[in-house]
């Protein structure tokens, strides 16, 4: 069975700053992972994936995600933070197959200006 | 592209009563998905859809029904409303490509009484 872990409910950064969001993940077979931020009373928008290839992944709006396949881990990662960077944060695992995405319970970053 | 809508944006219920959520998607996505969103627990699946005429359950499929008789829209039901399902319902839709994102409609606010 495929699981997301994010270990922090709430990420405090001061504007300007580097900022990075926790997810480690279990899943059977070669992961395909996601970030998603929601703001409020939103849906969720994607922001970036892992398929294959290289482990830094570049996506929307400046973040950026690290691989790290012998930590099952897939931290997001922006160098300077914004105040409109406060959202929640929801990382993602599916397996190979025809499975849905499984979401963690979701990281709430506060960015104070 | 309207992307994924969800119809109606807020609703009232007392408990006993049953409503029907509309999702539609104008993405020509084969795969289509209900969750719910609860403060502390992230997003779960309640029941999806790989094509036009199938569903399948989530991990909270209990006290739902769903239906895709056309390959642009996923009917929820709740039949008998209970206070446990206030929550913030979210459709999303995918291709049916390992690796391809979920794009989210903009949610659904039930509240039941």
């Known amino acids: 069975a495929q699981s997301v872990a994010q270990p922090e409910d709430q990420v405090n950064v001061a504007e300007g700053n580097p900022l990075t969001v926790k997810c480690t993940y279990s899943?059977?077979?070669?992961?395909?992972l996601f970030w998603y931020v929601q703001y409020p009373n939103r849906g969720l928008q994607f922001l970036l994936k892992y398929i294959t290839g290289d482990n830094l992944v570049k996506g929307s709006y400046g973040f950026e995600a690290e691989f790290n396949k012998s930590q099952t881990s897939f931290h997001l990662k922006k160098p300077s933070a914004l105040v409109s960077d406060s959202a929640l944060y929801f990382c993602a695992v599916r397996d190979g197959g025809n499975t849905p995405l499984v979401f963690g319970k979701g990281t709430r970053l506060s960015v104070i200006a | 592209n309207a992307g994924v809508t969800q119809t109606p944006k807020f609703r009232v219920l007392k408990t006993g009563q049953s409503m029907t959520l509309l999702c539609a998607q104008d993405m020509n996505h084969e795969y289509m998905y209900w969750y719910r969103q609860d403060p502390g627990m992230g997003l779960r699946l309640i029941h999806y859809s790989v094509g036009e005429g199938t569903t399948a359950k989530g991990e909270v499929p209990d006290g739902y029904n769903v239906s895709r008789l056309k390959k642009q829209n996923f009917l929820l039901g709740l039949e008998s409303a209970a206070p446990s399902q206030t929550s913030v319902y979210f459709c999303?839709?995918?291709?049916?490509?390992?690796?391809?994102?979920?794009?989210f409609g903009p949610g659904t606010r039930l509240t039941v009484t």
């Open positions: 899943v059977s077979g070669n992961p395909y």
């Open positions: 999303a839709s995918s291709l049916n490509r390992v690796g391809y994102e979920q794009y």
